[in-house]
């Protein structure tokens, strides 16, 4: 599953940029394996390839339960690629703003619910914003209220 800054630059369109690749993937094992047939080094915690300028880092092998909202893409070839829901990335995006102060997170939370807000799952975002982990429920409301309103 496609999770992290990749995720965000699909969901804002390429608003948000970033060259390396976060996958929550079960079968270390394997994708270790297909890596290297495609000539990545593994560096620390990244899986680099030099040609192509890219990285790639499996941080989890899960990062969902079983009611976390997936997106699923179809590829080229029969392919389909399964992204992380709007609605974790949003709340992974809110930690980070709250959390770490990080501004181009709050850019992005405040984004995605521009974009998304009517489609959102906001059942299931203020449950998550409100477990003792995120603790978040007030910034996504804040968010919330100044780009729907």
């Given at each position: 599953?496609?999770?992290?800054?990749?995720a965000?630059?699909?969901y804002?369109?390429e608003?948000?940029f970033?060259?390396?690749?976060d996958?929550?993937?079960?079968?270390?094992?394997?994708?270790?394996?297909?890596?290297?047939?495609?000539d990545?080094?593994k560096?620390g915690?990244?899986?680099i390839?030099e040609?192509l300028?890219m990285a790639?880092?499996?941080p989890?092998?899960e990062l969902?339960?079983?009611?976390?909202?997936?997106?699923?893409?179809?590829?080229?070839?029969?392919l389909?690629?399964?992204i992380?829901?709007?609605?974790d990335?949003?709340i992974d995006?809110?930690?980070?703003?709250k959390?770490?102060?990080?501004?181009?997170?709050?850019?992005m939370?405040?984004l995605?619910?521009?974009?998304?807000g009517k489609?959102?799952?906001w059942?299931?975002?203020t449950?998550?914003?409100e477990?003792s982990?995120?603790?978040?429920?007030?910034?996504?409301m804040?968010?919330?209220k100044?780009?729907?309103s």
């Amino acid at each position: 599953m496609l999770i992290g800054e990749l995720a965000l630059s699909y969901y804002t369109r390429e608003v948000y940029f970033t060259s390396d690749i976060d996958l929550a993937y079960a079968d270390r094992e394997g994708l270790d394996a297909v890596l290297k047939s495609l000539d990545f080094v593994k560096k620390g915690r990244y899986w680099i390839q030099e040609e192509l300028d890219m990285a790639v880092e499996v941080p989890t092998d899960e990062l969902v339960d079983e009611k976390s909202p997936l997106e699923s893409v179809e590829l080229d070839f029969g392919l389909r690629c399964v992204i992380i829901g709007v609605e974790d990335l949003l709340i992974d995006r809110l930690n980070a703003c709250k959390h770490w102060n990080s501004q181009i997170d709050c850019e992005m939370a405040e984004l995605l619910i521009a974009h998304y807000g009517k489609e959102l799952d906001w059942t299931y975002l203020t449950r998550k914003a409100e477990l003792s982990e995120n603790d978040t429920l007030s910034e996504l409301m804040t968010f919330k209220k100044k780009r729907l309103s």
